[in-house]
């Protein structure tokens, strides 16, 4: 059972900067076994959405909302895929889950989650 773990959220204030960490549990270099990973996020009342995602190919993704804002990026050797997220803005604001998952398969592992607050 692989086992993500979110950190690096926070309070910040607008314009301002956080990376987020998600380390995957494993032998190192098991993040390159996903297909893809990818952060997602959950505000309150509201739907859980695409932020980036990067795959084994370290092909790119974003959200309209935070291109040229966030860059997704992951370090094979340590397991980690981080976030770095720029120019906060309060609707920025949301819990951010990491996830892995083998598209063949379907099988999807998710984080518990980092909460990030961008305050105006």
């Known amino acids: 059972q692989v086992q993500l773990v979110e950190s690096g959220g926070g309070l910040v204030k607008a314009g301002g900067s956080l990376r987020l960490s998600c380390a995957a549990s494993g032998a190192s270099g098991i993040i390159l076994s996903f297909n893809v990973m990818g952060w997602y996020r959950q505000a309150p009342g509201k739907q859980r959405e695409l932020v980036a995602t990067?795959?084994?190919?370290?092909?790119?993704n974003y959200a309209d909302s935070v291109k040229g804002r966030f860059t997704i990026s992951r370090d094979n050797a340590k397991n980690t895929v981080y976030v770095q997220m720029n120019s906060l803005k309060p609707e920025d604001t949301a819990v951010y889950y990491c996830?892995?998952?083998?598209?063949?398969?379907?099988?999807?592992?998710w984080g518990q989650g980092t909460q990030v607050t961008v305050s105006s």
């Open positions: 990067i795959t084994n190919g370290a092909i790119t």
């Open positions: 996830n892995a998952a083998y598209t063949t398969s379907g099988l999807t592992f």
